[in-house]
């Protein structure tokens, strides 16, 4: 049996894959991962997939998600999306303020996933 983890948040792994857009990793297992992220004022994710399925859960402001599949979805604090694993999409803060969520992925994806990914776009 496997024995319980803490992670406390101000001393968790993170990163800032772009300027202001931070990323905190509070579980990093095989079965799921979770990162609590800060996304800035009118910041969108680049469309990207994954193969991990992902429930993204809005903490604070206003995140849009946009895919091919079914266009853009405002989501507003308190607000959970499942996207399932593959499919393309992006995540925009169309507000003036920083938003707050979690995101969970099944099965558990590197933490370094932005920081590989941004890398590789600029080689």
């Known amino acids: ?7 406390r948040f101000e001393a968790a792994e993170s990163c800032e894959p ?6 905190i ?3 990093g297992e095989p079965e799921i991962s979770i990162e609590h992220f800060v ?5 969108a994710s680049p469309v990207h997939h994954h193969e991990n399925l992902q429930i993204l859960v809005v903490l604070k402001g206003t995140l849009v998600i946009k895919t091919d599949a079914d266009g853009e979805r405002t989501l507003n604090e308190g ?3 499942f996207l399932p694993g593959g499919e393309p999409h992006s995540v925009i803060n169309p507000s003036n ?4 969520g979690l995101d969970i992925f099944v099965p558990g994806r ?3 996933f932005w920081l590989d990914r941004i890398g590789n776009q600029a080689a």
């Open 1 to 7: 049996m496997q024995a319980m983890k803490i992670v």
């Open 18 to 23: 772009e300027k202001g857009w931070k990323r």
């Open 25 to 27: 990793r509070l579980c």
């Open 39 to 43: 996304k800035p004022a009118r910041h």
């Open 79 to 81: 607000d959970c999306a």
């Open 97 to 100: 303020e920083p938003a707050v």
């Open 110 to 112: 590197p933490f370094d």
